[in-house]
């Protein structure tokens, strides 16, 4: 009996011991900087860093104060690093301030409660050419439109009202870029000011954006001005903005156009083949 109370004693002591460690591996700033001052290479701390969880602050005044320390630059970079790598993202939130993964957002509510959704781009499945009859019987003063074709009579996402609210969210910048984020296109966004809010024409099981116009004058491509509706754009943290048009939106189809890929189209030289946009309606 007093042996198998000893063994008891001698499993919780391990299991505290254990427990103990584990929590130790959690490293700080305080932890990096006594592996410095215990005369640790800069490589072996990083290593540490790396394979270790890591629970740093890395604020602006605190990174400076790192520094003050003599803490080297390529030591705080692998801290910076590592936070950002066990950031915990919830696209769902409907606070902006909490780490969504990059893409762009409109605000809705589900079960009552407020929440964002996450928009996909979607591309254009072939672009059509109208008026072309009417361009060719007036010797080219009439007007010809060349169309990107939207698939779906109806985007997946609806407004929650007639002037929506919209996120997007940024990737951190790199060692040699600026904040972007993919589009799953192989395109990138910079900013809200590479985007067009158009609405889009509704069709028989599907929709059309004007992408590029022609007539005697020339030929135009991308969204036309008279097309463009107006939106307004703040930063509202460091890699975050918040977009809403500028006016009420009537029910219908709607999307912010961000890319336009070359092809070929009656009289445009290049053309345009195709369109990337993402997609909402207003019920």
């Known amino acids: 009996m007093h042996t198998t109370r000893k063994l ?84 769902a939130s409907p606070d902006p301030a909490v780490p969504h993964t990059p893409g762009f957002y409109i605000m809705g509510a589900a079960g009552g409660a407020p929440r964002m959704f996450k928009i996909d781009p979607v591309a254009s499945t072939q672009t059509k050419t109208g008026g072309i009859l009417g361009y060719a019987l007036s010797g080219g003063i009439a007007t010809a439109s ?16 007639a002037r929506p609210v919209f996120y997007v969210f940024f990737d951190p910048p790199g060692p040699s870029q600026s904040a972007v984020f993919s ?33 005697l004058a ?7 001005d008279k097309d463009q509706i107006p939106f307004s754009y703040e930063q509202v943290s460091t890699y975050v903005y918040k977009i809403t048009p500028d006016r009420p939106l009537e029910p219908g189809e709607y999307g912010f156009l961000f890319a336009l890929v070359g092809g070929s189209g009656p009289g445009l030289s290049g053309g345009v083949a195709g369109a990337r946009i993402f997609d909402f309606a207003v019920k």
Not at 208 to 215: D, K, M, Q
């Open 8 to 91: 008891a004693l001698c499993v919780a002591a391990a299991a505290m011991s254990l427990s103990s460690l584990a929590h130790a591996e959690t490293l700080t700033n305080a932890d990096v900087v006594a592996l410095l001052e215990a005369g640790l290479g800069e490589q072996a701390v990083i290593a540490k860093i790396e394979t270790s969880k890591g629970s740093f602050e890395t604020d602006t005044k605190t990174l400076l104060a790192l520094r003050a320390q003599g803490v080297p630059s390529s030591v705080i970079a692998a801290m910076v690093k590592s936070k950002s790598a066990n950031i915990e993202y919830d696209d």
């Open 146 to 161: 060349v169309k990107a074709v939207i698939p779906g009579t109806t985007a997946k996402q609806q407004a929650a009202s």
């Open 183 to 215: 589009t799953g296109f192989g395109n990138t966004i910079q900013s809200p000011n590479e985007l067009s809010l158009i609405d889009l024409e509704e069709k028989k099981g599907r929709r059309e954006a004007r992408v590029g116009s022609l007539n």
């Open 218 to 224: 020339g030929a135009k491509t991308g969204v036309m």
